[in-house]
């Protein structure tokens, strides 16, 4: 059974910083891309960012580069977003996704999703 479970959303001020967890069971997550995105109110859901779990590749959406580092530790079969410098535009909720192959920012890529974390930073 496959389980994504997300963790370490909460409400922080702007210029904070939050770290998210993605426990992941179920599946050899060494074969696969993990993915992090986010949809606000009103809005799509978007990529946030990728990490390919065996090579360690990643991807970032521009909104957050240099200040959004994604991460994976292969013993707690755990992925991690640490995010810094935080704005009242990266309010959402943070989903991790896993898929099979590549870098993809296509959410319909992603065969497994979580059940979202909320994201909430005040001004």
């Known amino acids: 059974q496959v389980q994504l479970v997300e963790s370490g959303g909460g409400l922080v001020q702007a210029g904070g910083s939050l770290r998210l967890s993605c426990a992941a069971s179920?599946?050899?997550?060494?074969?696969?891309?993990m993915g992090w995105f986010r949809q606000a109110p009103g809005k799509e859901r978007e990529v946030v960012s990728a990490?390919?779990?065996?090579?360690?590749?990643?991807s970032y959406a521009d909104s957050v580069k240099g200040r959004f580092t994604i991460s994976r530790d292969s013993a707690k079969n755990t992925v991690y977003l640490q995010m810094n410098r935080l704005t009242p535009e990266d309010t959402a909720v943070y989903y991790c996704?896993?898929?099979?192959?590549?870098?993809?920012?296509?959410?319909?890529?992603?065969?497994?999703w979580g059940q979202g974390t909320q994201v909430t930073v005040s001004s």
């Open positions: 179920g599946r050899t997550w060494s074969s696969y891309t």
């Open positions: 990490i390919i779990w065996n090579a360690g590749r990643t």
């Open positions: 996704a896993a898929a099979r192959g590549g870098l993809p920012s296509s959410s319909i890529r992603y065969a497994y």
